[in-house]
């Protein structure tokens, strides 16, 4: 059993174990599903240790026959467009695994959904196999549905249906396109590593149907303005540790299907369709930040921003070129850091005042000093402060696309102004003025909080300085990628 396969399975025999924990036994349960994702991590950071960054192809490959009649295989590998956010998904998974032992009700339950969950998020990062990445890509769906329908908010089965019904509309097109690229493909395959080589050669129009069978999915995950509702209803609704994983992660498996199968399968129909992406791209830029700024609710003020970051990840998408790219899958990592650090930090006063409302806050930096040092570095490098790691993505992102289309660039520059102009009006009015007589109890930020807070804050600061350490993962793939886009 190789590397890739161990990742996959270690949250699903924590899942295992934990059945046969009684659910009266919460201490065993906590420390089973820590245990689990602690191994996740360590794994992930020795595939990171022993992964050639020199290499552009899919390396610790592991390929066997699954369903020979219809020629599925179980073919997992993982190169430099998914190693950063196979390392994200299993740091968050961690980080939020710690959270949510805030979690008091129905916590085997809690933690078996949870543990599923991570194992769907690695598989559709490490599926090289079309049949395996869908069914990875559902499975995802289904705990996700039940964490938020049943431990979420006073509207949590409204934002748990309105969750899975979105996804699986985008999810039925996409099984459309799947199916349509196996039935034209020749021998029919499900092999992502062959199938990009013939779909390359179909014609325009084909191209076209399916990018757009595919786009919808990805755009949904994003999520890519008007498909975005169902994401301030589930962040909202949402426990504060699926936040973090919603937000830090499962939005970028979204981006993740763009580069993975949308733009080397139909090459000619990402270049048709390029400027439409940079101005959707651009519209979730300048709508999340206008929206964000016009909201009272801490947590989908943050949800918000999350519609707002990722058009930078689109922009950089669609200029098609090296830098914008290199620039678009840095900013998904960055993003996860930093937003997964934000929405720790809404959980960490809604715990204490059991309100979001940001009236309700102020003064805080007084009795909550180490509190403050958090939120106000989170929230500098969500606004893009150069030094922090939020800044690099987004520079590089719009750099790129400004070799493409200047003045949607320029536009989009624009929504730096009001993402500093929310950033700065939530540590105004958590941090700063008068202190709120009710937040005179409210005790400074505990050791479990701050273990989750300090490695995000560490990677922030280390990547915003020394943003090659992550860089050279991704170059080589994405120069790879980018020759096969453009030759077409």
């Not at 290199?326 to 937003?339: K, P, R, S, V």
Request: with cysteine; proline share 6%.
């Amino acid at each position: 059993m190789g590397i890739l396969t161990t990742l996959i399975l270690l949250p699903l025999a924590g899942a295992v174990f934990i059945l046969f924990i009684p659910a009266k036994n919460s201490a065993w349960i906590r420390r089973t599903a820590l245990a689990a994702t602690a191994a996740v991590l360590g794994t992930a950071g020795a595939l990171v240790y022993c992964f050639d960054p020199t290499q552009p192809y899919l390396q610790f490959v592991e390929k066997v026959p699954w369903i020979a009649s219809f020629n599925v295989w179980y073919f997992v590998g993982v190169d430099g467009l998914s190693l950063g956010l196979v390392f994200l998904t299993a740091l968050l998974g961690l980080l939020a695994c710690v959270a949510s032992f805030t979690i008091e009700r129905r916590q085997k339950e809690y933690f078996i959904f949870y543990l599923i969950l991570m194992a769907g998020m690695l598989g559709t990062f490490l599926a090289q196999d079309l049949f395996l990445f869908y069914n990875f890509w559902e499975i995802v769906l289904v705990p996700m549905y039940f964490l938020i329908g049943i431990w979420g908010g006073p509207k949590r089965e409204y934002a748990a249906i309105k969750l899975f019904l979105y996804t699986l509309a985008g999810s039925v097109l996409m099984l459309v396109g799947i199916l349509a690229l196996y039935f034209h493909a020749a021998p029919h395959t499900f092999d992502m590593v062959e199938l990009a080589k013939t779909s390359r050669g179909f014609d325009l129009p084909l191209q076209m149907f399916l990018f757009l069978a595919f786009f919808l999915a990805f755009a949904i995950k994003v999520p890519i303005f008007p498909f975005h509702t169902w994401l301030p209803d589930a962040h909202v609704e949402a426990p504060t540790p699926i936040s973090v994983l919603l937000a830090g992660v499962l939005l970028k498996m979204g981006g993740y299907g763009f580069l993975r199968i949308s733009f080397p399968f139909f090459p000619e129909a990402a270049r048709t369709f390029a400027y439409p992406l940079m101005v959707l791209g651009v519209i979730n830029i300048i709508y999340g930040a206008c929206v964000a700024m016009a909201q009272e609710d801490f947590k989908k003020m943050i949800a918000y921003s999350s519609v707002s970051h990722m058009g930078f990840v689109l922009v950089g998408l669609a200029s098609l070129n090296l830098t914008g790219w290199n620039g678009a899958i840095l900013e998904m990592f960055n993003h996860g850091i930093i937003t997964g650090g934000m929405f720790l930090l809404v959980g960490v006063l809604y715990d204490r005042a059991h309100t979001r409302e940001l009236s309700r806050f102020g003064g805080i930096a007084a009795p909550m000093p180490v509190y403050a040092f958090f939120l106000t570095v989170f929230s500098l490098a969500s606004l893009g402060l150069p030094g922090l790691s939020g800044f690099v993505g987004e520079f590089l992102s719009l750099l790129g696309a400004f070799a493409a289309a200047p003045t949607m660039t320029m536009i989009a520059a624009g929504g730096l102004i009001l993402t500093a102009g929310y950033f700065l009006y939530i540590i105004q009015r958590v941090l700063l003025g008068p202190l709120n007589p009710e937040a005179v109890p409210y005790p400074e930020i505990n050791r479990r909080e701050i273990f989750t807070l300090v490695p995000l804050l560490a990677i922030t600061l280390v990547v915003g300085i020394f943003p090659e350490l992550v860089l050279r993962f991704q170059e080589t793939a994405v120069t790879v990628l980018m020759h096969i886009v453009r030759r077409g």
